[in-house]
Structure formats: C-alpha cells, structure tokens
C-alpha cells in the first residue's frame, strides 16, 4: 500500500524527536555529596607499665594505691606523651622482672643500668639520681667527714637486715678501716639507734632516709635535742641512676616501642633540665 507523503513526512518528524530524548535507563552524572567527610581520629593506644609495688619512698603500694617519686615524676611524663594512655600497675619486682625478660610486659620501673647482667632489658634516660649516703649523729660529725672510707675508720655502721647496701664491694675498705657493721630490721630502728647513740652511723639510700626522718618527725618519734642527738648527713658511698627499662625480647610485639621511647626521653630531659623533676622530689620528701 503506498502511504500518502504528508503520513510519511509524520512518521519521519516523530522518529526525529523520539532519538533526541535521554533513555529511560540512562544514569544521571553523579555530583558531590553535599555532606563533608567525617575527619579520623586517632585513638589513643593502650600501654601498662609495670612498677615495683615495695621500694619506699620510690615506688610502692599503699591502702589499695600506688605512690613513689618516681610514679609522682612518670605520671606527669606519661599524661604529656602524644598517642598514649598509660596504665601504671604495681608488681612484685622479681615478678615484674620476669614480664620483661621474657617479653610478657613491655616496660618496668626503677631499674638501674645493668646491661651485662640484663641484656635482655633497654633504658629510658636517666631520671634520677640515688645515692648510698651515710648518715651519722651530729657529735660524730663535728669533725667533717667528706671521704669514705677514710674517715669513717673505727666507726659503727647501722644496716638493714638482710640490705646489701654497705657491704656490697665495701669488704677490704671495711676491713682495713677496722669499721664495724651492725644489722637491725628496717631505717626506723637503724635511725632510732643513731639518734639515741647506739651506733654511730647509719648507710641507706640518701632519699630514703630523709623521707624516713620526716615520718618519724611527723609521728612524734624523732625530736633532736633532749635524749635525741640530731642526725646529719655525711659521705656518699656509691650512686646509682633509675631509669624505665623496656623489653628487649618482646619480637614486635610493641610496635609502637621506638616512638615512646623517643617521646618519653624528650619530655624525661626536659622536666630535668627545667628543675620541674627535683621540685617533685622536694615535695614528696617534706610530706611522708
């Protein structure tokens, strides 16, 4: 059948208009959304270091807490470090040793450097300073006595029972000085004893005695004068440094271990440097 020209002109026209319009399966360009992208954030990782739960006036527990200069010093450490919250958790020491020897546990405090006899072990700088001092009644100290041994020939030494303390690498100084160990339970009744004249001296860790004399003050024990000669400071012995010692056999386990460790030094140097590390050992040590 032969279509008429003005129906073929139509069909033509319609043709045209239906290829120009979009399909009904087409997808639209997609546009940016209007909603601003969710900043991250970085949460904060977990570390537990590990203290010695029985080295007073350092690091101990008392009624369920911890206290210490050297946890007053890292507490205040740790709350700058960037990234991390720590928890400090009180532990035997040789148990607390053993978590580090074997990697259990990432890092401990206060432990000297001894790297030969634990090589197992890496260190923080050094935090502090402490001293093996002697300390004597003030009738013995009239003479100054700056040297020892020397100056202590013919004297008797208070020691803790069962304390290395004196007598560790003293023994041909204590022999050739003619000078007399002797040993009574704990720095209340070694103190005790050289305030009342018993012995002449007695040889602990300097901080240690000081924080003693305060309580012993405080508790109305120690009065110098009357029947209680007042206790002076004399020679120091030796001194070691405490430091945070790390594990060294943790086999990854810490990947974070190296970032800490620089941080913490740097805020650690810092606060000694500024004096802020001996303002905390003064306020400690003048209220036991």
């Known amino acids: 059948m032969k279509r ?14 239906s290829a120009c319009q979009p ?18 954030t970085t949460e ?7 203290n010695d739960d029985s080295y007073p006036p350092y690091s101990y527990k008392e009624n369920g807490g911890i206290k210490g ?9 740790f709350s700058r470090l960037d990234g991390y919250a720590v928890t400090i958790e009180p532990v035997p020491w040789k148990r607390g040793l053993e978590y580090i020897e074997t990697g259990r546990g990432f890092a401990i405090f206060p432990p000297y450097y001894h790297p030969v006899d634990r090589p197992w072990m ?7 300073d402490e001293a093996l001092t002697i300390f004597c009644n003030a009738d013995v100290l009239k003479t100054p006595r ?3 041994p020397q100056d202590y020939a013919g004297l008797t030494i208070g020691n803790n029972l069962g304390f290395a303390g004196i007598k560790e690498g003293q023994a041909e100084a204590l022999a050739k000085y003619n000078i007399t160990i002797e040993e009574t339970a704990g720095s209340e009744a070694n103190l ?24 012993l003050k405080a508790g109305g024990k120690y009065d110098p004068g009357g029947t209680q000669a007042e206790i002076l400071e004399g020679a120091t012995i030796s ?50």
Not at 23 to 34: D, E, F, H, L
């Open 4 to 17: 008429h020209p003005a129906i073929l002109l139509l069909v033509l026209l319609l043709g045209s208009l």
């Open 23 to 40: 399909s009904a399966t087409a997808v639209a360009p997609s546009t940016p959304s209007a909603i601003p992208a969710k900043p991250q």
């Open 44 to 50: 904060s990782i977990p570390v537990t270091v590990y």
């Open 69 to 77: 200069i050297y946890v007053n010093i890292l507490k205040t450490a």
């Open 122 to 128: 890496t260190y923080s700088t050094p935090i502090l």
């Open 146 to 148: 700056p040297n020892w």
């Open 192 to 215: 005790l004893k050289v305030a009342l004249k018993r012995i002449d001296c007695y040889a602990n860790d300097k901080l240690s005695v000081l924080w003693e004399l305060q309580r």
């Open 239 to 288: 001194s070691e440094q405490g430091h945070l010692g790390y594990t060294a056999t943790d086999k990854g386990a810490f990947p974070y271990k190296a970032d800490f460790v620089a941080q913490l030094d740097k805020i650690l140097t810092a606060m000694k440097d500024s004096g802020e590390i001996q303002k905390i050992v003064d306020q400690f040590i003048s209220q036991p």
